[in-house]
């Protein structure tokens, strides 16, 4: 997808908060026709996504992660923060904060600075989804998805988008309002198809041909190894399916392996993680498959990956522009 020269050269940097980027409206095949470009671009060399740097305290009050990246095909830089107080607490008294601050790299002028929520709620899902259309059965009919918070809400939406044979669709969850926005989402983006609500992990996992685990780390309850058929497609993004299934997986599939053995150490059994057995940019341009048999359990980590982040901050930055919102902030 081209890229205009929009932005003010100079000095400045044009702000966009949360506020500003709210208001902006988006095509699901759009978004994921730039996140499968972004890592296509990755696989090919044309981009760079060095491993994410990570901070966080003894005491485990908070996390913080900072992520640098190159998008070839835009020819953008970019830097990525995220912050988070109490992770491992009340969801009550849990802080999050995320930035995207780009860069042109053609002109070599600042871009601007986003709130980068919006990006990681629409990247995150729809990885999820070109991972389901490269690595599930081709006659997978049942998807589960495990958690009804962010990631939760708009996993199904772009998972019908990219694999519109799908047939029942299911989401577990233990929160009221989680459950309700999951329906609203799909009914806005998929009216004419139903969801159903699970009161039973058990069953709903035994019926799946995909399952995406997207909870939070304080939900209770994980997807188990032997819950799985022959076949099955299990996807993790937050939590919600059990570190198990990756161990005992026939065959692994990460985003990008290095990124998951930065986030993913809490899936380690006596100290490791299992090699991976593809990565998703691989899958997505034929150098590896998404699986070698119809019959494997297959288990694939979605963490992400920043340029990503680059190519749908730069699409969403430029169309918040183009609608005149944000405003210049004179840094230098």
């Not at 997808?1 to 929009?6: D, E, F, K, L, R």
């Not at 998805?145 to 990631?151: D, F, L, Y």
């Not at 899958?283 to 979605?302: E, M, Q, W």
């Amino acid at each position: 997808m081209s890229t205009t020269h929009a932005f003010k050269a100079g000095a400045s940097l044009r702000v966009f908060s949360k506020r500003d980027l709210a208001s902006l409206t988006f095509d699901l095949d759009e978004v994921l026709r730039v996140v499968e470009g972004a890592y296509r671009a990755c696989a090919e060399e044309r981009s760079a996504n060095p491993a994410k740097l990570t901070v966080k305290p003894q005491d485990g009050r908070s996390v913080a992660y900072a992520m640098l990246g190159r998008d070839g095909d835009r020819e953008t830089v970019a830097f990525k923060t995220s912050y988070k107080f109490g992770p491992e607490g009340d969801k009550a008294d849990e802080r999050y904060y995320t930035t995207l601050t780009l860069y042109d790299d053609r002109i070599g002028h600042p871009i601007a600075l986003m709130d980068c929520s919006l990006v990681g709620s629409l990247r995150t899902p729809a990885a999820s989804a070109l991972i389901a259309r490269a690595c599930a059965r081709p006659d997978a009919r049942t998807a589960l998805v495990v958690g009804s918070g962010v990631q939760g809400r708009m996993a199904l939406p772009f998972l019908v988008q990219a694999m519109p044979h799908l047939q029942r669709l299911i989401v577990h969850g233990h929160h009221t309002a989680g459950i309700d926005a999951v329906l609203s989402q799909m009914h806005h983006h998929h009216p004419l198809r139903r969801v159903e609500v699970s009161r039973n992990l058990q069953r709903a996992a035994q019926d799946a041909d995909i399952v995406i685990g997207a909870a939070g780390p304080s939900s209770s309850g994980s997807v188990e190894v032997d819950w799985l058929r022959p076949g099955a497609l299990a996807i993790l993004v937050g939590y919600g399916i059990s570190k198990q299934v990756l161990h005992s997986a026939d065959y692994r599939v990460a985003t990008s392996e290095e990124q998951m053995r930065v986030t993913g150490t809490d899936l380690a059994m006596d100290g490791e993680l299992p090699a991976v057995d593809a990565e998703l940019p691989q899958i997505l341009t034929g150098s590896k498959p998404g699986r070698r048999r119809a019959s494997d359990r297959v288990f694939a980590y979605n963490s992400g990956m920043v340029v990503t982040d680059i190519a749908l901050g730069r699409l969403l930055a430029e169309r918040a522009l183009a609608q005149g919102l944000g405003r210049e902030v004179e840094l230098w």
